[in-house]
């Protein structure tokens, strides 16, 4: 068996892989996240189960969980390590986002999932920006920096030609996984400050993507929506999500043709920065 | 509708932010924001103000005429009760 080691938001995971394909995939998906152990928070055990194109995930100590295919089988790791994250990080308040980097400051993307996150991730990082996740972001509430949650890039779908997929890209079922060594510009390893988000809306009939900036009540209202643990948090969370829409300029952003959203975003940054 | 007294709910969480206000329905799992106009009016629905005490105040602290300050708060008590977020229920 197989051990890789991974170190998220100050914390450790192992996973034991019982044989190569589930080793290939995990490796893939969570190569960036790769780092020394001082202390295992998390310890799972993933390989094939009996029936031929099955996978299973444990978790040592849980009952075993498993998956019809190797699109699923990420997806049931991914949820694992996400949801035992919180409870081992009650403090940092998880949002639904993509989050990346420009000029020593994080941009965050916020939208359900479907809503063209990771396309746009990927988009901006042809565009000078680097990558800290394109999932999920835990923000420090003390400070209002996000951490790092760098899973390998993962689109559900193609991105428009202008965007291609490297070749060393891996691919499931349903899923398409850039690499650390694919990401342009980088990843970004430590905590950074947030100064935007952008919550998105994609919108397949608009001639042109659009830009509008948010009061901070309505900020406040749309991020408490993508919270994943405001609960955890005083007030029921929302003074969470007052007090990081209060550290950021927020706009909602109708996207549409991708490179024209690119360009829009960066302008609206440049002229709030 | 002008002698009616809206109550609203005290069982959501309240914050003033910025000028507007964020309601948290953590029964209905549903948050609201309220422009620095229907907060107004929805901090002032306590059960003992009528309709036209609200639409005079509104009147008096956003220097509208007294018609169209009417017109407004009838406007915004019926949202907030579609909301959810009136106890008294209009008729």
Redesign the interface.
Known sequence: MQILTLSVLDRGIRVGCQEPRSLALVSAAYGPMRGDLVETSLDYVVGRDIAPAAFFVKRVGRELRTAADDATFLGLLDEEVVVELQKLRPDLYFIHAAVLERADAAVMLVAQSGGGKSTLCWALLHHGFRYLSDELGPVDLQTVHVYPFPRALALKTEPPVAYPLPPSTVRTSRTRHVTEADIPGGIIRGRTRISAIFFLRYDAQAPAPSVRRLTAGEAAARLYENALNPLAHAGDGLDGAIRIVSHACCYALTTADLSATCALLTGTLERSL | MVDSRPRRRSDV?V?D??????V?D?AAER?????STAGFIWQRCDGRRTVGDIAEELAGAFDVAPGAANEAVVAAIRQLDELGLLDHTLG
Request: without cysteine; aromatic residues 0%; hydrophobic residues 35%.
């Open positions: 969480s914050r932010v910025e000028g507007d206000t964020v948290l953590r948050i609201h924001r309220l422009n």
